[in-house]
């Protein structure tokens, strides 16, 4: 298994543009999720799924879109990037998230400078 | 969610044994505790978790007080490979991990 794939690795972007993180799971994990986390803090809830179809806004939802149209797949949209939005962005999984005892796996992680 | 605690940061000793402490005096009676860590440049990785009784498994033990407000994770030897930032959460019944800016951990040869 590959676990948990974030795409691109690194990007840079200029303030007002578009892009998509891309995250997918090969494990058939219902619950996805994405996190944020800026230098010297913890990982910060953005977005996530408890399966196909179905999203919910975390502690920081502002300024990202998120869909779930496959149990495999779960992008995260900055519709207009800004400079606040510079960050290293975790895409995670588990098997439903509702488990006391789930573990969570998290991907390799994207960073993202907005210039 | 329940908060945790836990220092900012705490140096150790190429292998000898680690203490992490994490005090949750909110926790509520169906709560797991459970540790994960994050190695520089990485996303996070899960470590172990717990309920009322002390655990161990490859990576690491659990300790848990009898009346569950703390629990220390203790990493037997410590090596340099363990370097990392160590969180402490707890898992309640909704799907959310809630992070803390953990305990950063730094391994002297």
């Known amino acids: 298994n590959a676990g948990v794939t974030q795409t691109p690795k690194f990007q840079v972007l200029k303030t007002g543009q578009s892009m998509t993180l891309q995250c997918a799971q090969d494990?058939?994990?219902?619950?996805m999720s994405w996190y944020r986390q800026d230098p010297g803090m913890g990982l910060r809830l953005i977005h996530y799924?408890?399966?196909?179809?179905?999203?919910d806004q975390g502690e920081v939802p502002n300024g990202y879109n998120v869909s779930r149209s496959t149990t495999e797949d779960f992008p995260l949209r900055l519709l207009s990037a800004a400079p606040s939005q510079t960050s290293v962005y975790f895409c995670?999984?588990?098997?439903?998230?509702?488990?006391?005892?789930?573990?969570?796996?998290f991907g390799p992680g994207t960073r993202l400078l907005v210039l | 969610d329940a908060k945790t605690t836990q220092p900012n940061s705490m140096e150790s000793n190429e292998e000898e044994p680690v203490h992490l402490p994490c005090n949750h005096s909110?926790?509520?009676?169906?709560?797991?505790i459970h540790w994960y860590r994050q190695l520089p440049s990485q996303g996070p990785e899960y470590v172990i978790h717990?309920?009322?009784s002390n655990v161990n498994n490859r990576m690491a033990s659990l300790a848990i007080a009898e009346d569950r407000k703390s629990s220390t994770l203790i990493l037997h030897r410590a090596t340099l490979r363990d370097a990392a930032v160590y969180y402490c959460?707890?898992?309640?019944?909704?799907?959310?991990?809630?992070f803390g800016t953990g305990t950063r951990l730094t391994i002297i040869p």
């Open positions: 995670a999984s588990s098997y439903s998230g509702r488990g006391l005892q789930e573990t969570q796996y």
């Open positions: 494990m058939n994990h219902e619950y």
């Open positions: 799924s408890v399966g196909a179809g179905i999203t």
């Open positions: 909110t926790i509520s009676g169906t709560d797991y």
């Open positions: 717990g309920l009322t």
């Open positions: 959460i707890l898992k309640g019944g909704n799907e959310k991990l809630t």
